[in-house]
């Protein structure tokens, strides 16, 4: 399976981006798909995720400010990231799960991406 990440960047507080997450080699419609971020010196840690029929989770700390969603056709999941702060500085990989529910730790995840590096700045 190869799960490509894209979309990152260098933003300034209060600004939007919006990440994709390309897949392939695995039945995506079935699947479970997550992000995660890792900061410098800081474990990776969960930021959403998306189950087979759509129902979402986020972590404390991104809920109302982004937004996971799937498209099947294009075995894509996106992450849209709105009024950034620097504290959102990481870098952001997507994952894929067979696995259903919500799935919040990274050793429920079998395939990763490469990650996309994202920083906010004040």
């Known amino acids: 399976a190869q799960l490509v990440e894209s979309g990152g960047g260098s933003v300034q507080a209060g600004d939007s981006l919006r990440l994709a997450c390309s897949t392939s080699g695995f039945v995506f419609s079935g699947w479970t798909l997550g992000w995660f971020r890792q900061a410098p010196g800081k474990e990776r840690e969960f930021v959403a995720t998306?189950?087979?029929?759509?129902?979402?989770h986020y972590s404390d700390s991104v809920q109302g400010r982004f937004t996971i969603a799937r498209d099947n056709a294009k075995s894509t999941v996106y992450l849209q990231m709105n009024s950034l702060v620097p504290e959102d500085t990481a870098i952001y990989y997507c994952?894929?799960?067979?696995?259903?529910?919500?799935?919040?730790?990274?050793?429920?995840?079998?395939?990763w991406g490469q990650g996309t590096q994202v920083t906010v700045s004040s």
């Open positions: 994952a894929a799960a067979r696995a259903t529910g919500v799935l919040l730790y990274t050793s429920a995840y079998d395939y």
């Open positions: 998306i189950n087979w029929n759509s129902i979402t």
